[in-house]
């Protein structure tokens, strides 16, 4: 599977944008980004994905570099209750369903 | 929609005995997936299932762990005999497995802990 690097850790301010980077430079053609956080004694949850353009949902937006070798999560205003650890996946979208977790970054959130 | 739903939420037990997780998955979804977490080494899968029919379980850590999906709404992970390493937050999570980039939806886990 090809590898995803993000940083362990981040902090952030309530009610600033927060952007939470990945760097996946072996990404083959048929790799979709997905992004999953997993809250404090939940199960992970699913963030966003996309492929090659920028996405955007309820949740947060997707920055996806011209070369696919990195991506950003972006929150455009963080609360306290999107402290969590936020998890940058590629998935093989000719391979089924299964995900692998690397170590994510944890996010924190002062007031 | 109720969501993935496991039970029980919290298992205590002592080196030696059995352990049944349960899993039901979001009605509909035909994919099944057992992932579990410890600090030491994240979240592994474990095994997963598409119709009913299990896929992939290299994940499974050796012949005391089994799975398995009998319908598709219900799952069980069971460890036999079980030891302290087995100590984890097992999760459960279910998808479509007939649609590209379908998101998993996972339950909330059960906390095992084996003295």
């Known amino acids: 599977d090809a590898k995803t690097t993000q940083p362990n850790s981040m902090e952030s301010n309530e009610e600033e944008p927060v952007h939470l980077p990945c760097n996946h430079s072996t990404i083959s053609g048929t790799d979709y980004i997905h992004w999953y956080r997993q809250l404090p004694s939940q199960g992970p949850e699913y963030v966003i994905h996309?492929?090659?353009s920028n996405v955007n949902n309820r949740m947060a937006s997707l920055a996806i570099a011209e070369d696919r070798k990195s991506s950003t999560l972006i929150l455009h205003r963080a609360t306290l209750r999107d402290a969590a650890v936020y998890y940058c996946?590629?998935?093989?979208?000719?391979?089924?369903?299964?995900?692998?977790f690397g170590g994510g970054t944890r996010l924190m959130v002062k007031p | 929609d109720a969501g993935v739903i496991q039970s029980p939420r919290h298992e205590v037990t002592e080196m030696g005995q059995e352990v049944t997780l349960r899993c039901k998955p979001i009605?509909?979804?035909?994919?099944l997936f057992w992932y579990r977490q410890t600090m030491m080494r994240g979240l592994e899968l474990l095994i997963y299932?598409?119709?009913?029919?299990?896929?992939?379980d290299s994940g499974m850590p050796e012949d005391r762990f089994s799975a398995k999906m009998p319908n598709a709404s219900f799952s069980t992970l069971k460890i036999q005999p079980s030891e302290p390493r087995d100590s984890a937050v097992y999760f459960c999570?279910?998808?479509?497995?007939?649609?590209?980039?379908?998101?998993?939806?996972f339950g909330n886990g059960t906390r095992l802990t084996v003295t």
């Open positions: 009605s509909g979804h035909n994919s």
């Open positions: 996309g492929l090659t």
């Open positions: 996946i590629l998935r093989d979208g000719n391979a089924g369903n299964m995900l692998t």
């Open positions: 299932f598409n119709n009913n029919v299990p896929i992939d």
């Open positions: 999570a279910s998808s479509l497995a007939d649609r590209n980039n379908s998101p998993l939806h």
